[in-house]
Each structure stands twice: as structure tokens, then as C-alpha cells.
């Protein structure tokens, strides 16, 4: 009996570790995925062979959300991109807070699009994020192909902390904002804990 017990522990705990919940962790966005398709903050990438720039000049922008209560992995980022020169390449990570700025890299995607929208991109290595801490969304032109990218506003009337700055010939700082209306969602995982709890109860009353 202690056998066939033993077994059950084994499947009851394997279905724990896959049991996780998708939860929306910040939201900007309107009922049904809308944002403000009219109004935007641009990112771009410049060489000195663009006529007017005489130094290599990289615009980024940041996003700041603050978690709630509890701790969770990221499972995706949705945000709405355009652009206006054919296929762009754009960078978009997500970062550890550093004094109210962006911090540590915990995740990059790059992206090649032709037409924009809302994007989500979903996690692969499902960085922890803590119960009270702050995390940026960046988006960032990696190069010459990266001209006329748009991160659209949401449509709420949202306003919250922000960053941008501007790279000239890779040299720049952050500079931080209190009213960024760009649109944003991140959604995270976490186990249910008291299901845990109440499950291992009943794998101690099984093994006997």
C-alpha cells in the first residue's frame, strides 16, 4: 500500500508544479485591447548619414509598473506598436528598477514588423518579479532600420511614471517622467498557495 501511495505523491506533486494561474498585473489598456491609435511617443535610430544629424542619435522610452501584493514570473508583455517606413526592428525588455529609473535587464525580445498593433510577446525564461517592486518596459531602437517607430497612448486617460532618453553616439542618460500615457499590459504567474497547502494536507493523510 505504501508503494501505490508513494506513486500518488509522485503525480499529485508533478500536477502542483504545473499549476499556475495567468494574472494581470498592470493594464492601461481600454475595454477590449483599445489604445489611442492618433497619439504616440516615438523611438528611433539615426546615423550620422541622416541628413541633419551629425552625431549617431538613439531615442528610447520606458514604462514603469509597480507590483501589488504578491510575487509572481512574467508570462508576457502586450503593447501597441506602429511605424511609418516599412519593416522596423525594434527592440522592447524588461528591467529592475535602479532609483526610479531602469535598471538590470531581466528579458529582450527583438522585433522585425511590417505592420504594427498591439504585440504580445510571451515570456522564456519567466523573470521572478516581487510583491511591492517596481519593473520598467523599455522599447529602444537597436539600429538604422529602426526609424519612425510609434508606442501608442492608451485610451483611458492613465498617466503614470515614465522615462526616456536620447543617445548621442551611445552616450545618454534616463530622464524620468510623471505623466507617460503609453498603453501596457503585463501579465505574470503564481502558484496557488493555499491549494498547495490543502493538497500536501491530504498527500500526508495518504502516506501512512
Given at each position: 500500500?505504501?508503494?501505490?501511495?508513494?506513486?500518488?505523491?509522485v503525480v499529485v506533486c508533478l500536477f502542483l508544479a504545473g499549476t499556475a494561474h495567468a494574472v494581470v498585473l498592470f493594464d492601461n489598456f481600454g475595454t477590449g485591447t483599445t489604445y489611442d491609435?492618433?497619439?504616440?511617443q516615438d523611438v528611433s535610430f539615426h546615423p550620422v548619414s541622416d541628413p541633419g544629424y551629425t552625431q549617431?542619435?538613439?531615442?528610447?522610452?520606458?514604462?514603469?509598473?509597480?507590483?501589488?501584493?504578491?510575487?509572481?514570473?512574467?508570462?508576457s508583455v502586450t503593447?501597441?506598436?506602429?511605424?511609418?517606413?516599412?519593416?522596423?526592428?525594434?527592440?522592447v525588455s524588461i528591467h529592475a528598477d535602479n532609483a526610479g529609473l531602469?535598471?538590470?535587464?531581466?528579458?529582450?525580445?527583438?522585433?522585425?514588423?511590417?505592420?504594427?498593433?498591439?504585440l504580445t510577446l510571451s515570456s522564456a525564461s519567466n523573470p521572478?518579479?516581487?510583491?511591492?517592486?517596481?519593473?520598467?518596459?523599455?522599447?529602444?531602437?537597436?539600429?538604422?532600420?529602426?526609424?519612425?517607430?510609434?508606442?501608442?497612448?492608451?485610451?483611458?486617460?492613465?498617466?503614470?511614471?515614465?522615462a526616456s532618453r536620447t543617445l548621442l553616439d551611445g552616450a545618454g542618460d534616463w530622464t524620468p517622467s510623471a505623466s507617460f500615457r503609453t498603453a501596457l499590459r503585463v501579465n505574470g504567474s503564481r502558484v496557488a498557495v493555499d491549494n498547495e497547502r490543502a493538497s500536501f494536507g491530504e498527500i500526508k493523510a495518504l502516506y501512512r
Amino acid at each position: 500500500m505504501k508503494e501505490m501511495n508513494s506513486v500518488l505523491i509522485v503525480v499529485v506533486c508533478l500536477f502542483l508544479a504545473g499549476t499556475a494561474h495567468a494574472v494581470v498585473l498592470f493594464d492601461n489598456f481600454g475595454t477590449g485591447t483599445t489604445y489611442d491609435a492618433a497619439q504616440s511617443q516615438d523611438v528611433s535610430f539615426h546615423p550620422v548619414s541622416d541628413p541633419g544629424y551629425t552625431q549617431e542619435t538613439d531615442v528610447d522610452l520606458a514604462m514603469a509598473f509597480t507590483m501589488g501584493a504578491n510575487d509572481y514570473s512574467l508570462l508576457s508583455v502586450t503593447l501597441p506598436l506602429g511605424n511609418d517606413f516599412g519593416t522596423t526592428i525594434v527592440d522592447v525588455s524588461i528591467h529592475a528598477d535602479n532609483a526610479g529609473l531602469p535598471g538590470t535587464t531581466l528579458e529582450s525580445w527583438t522585433l522585425a514588423f511590417l505592420v504594427g498593433g498591439d504585440l504580445t510577446l510571451s515570456s522564456a525564461s519567466n523573470p521572478y518579479l516581487s510583491a511591492g517592486a517596481t519593473y520598467w518596459v523599455v522599447v529602444s531602437a537597436p539600429g538604422p532600420n529602426s526609424n519612425g517607430i510609434r508606442w501608442f497612448r492608451n485610451s483611458i486617460g492613465y498617466t503614470g511614471p515614465g522615462a526616456s532618453r536620447t543617445l548621442l553616439d551611445g552616450a545618454g542618460d534616463w530622464t524620468p517622467s510623471a505623466s507617460f500615457r503609453t498603453a501596457l499590459r503585463v501579465n505574470g504567474s503564481r502558484v496557488a498557495v493555499d491549494n498547495e497547502r490543502a493538497s500536501f494536507g491530504e498527500i500526508k493523510a495518504l502516506y501512512r
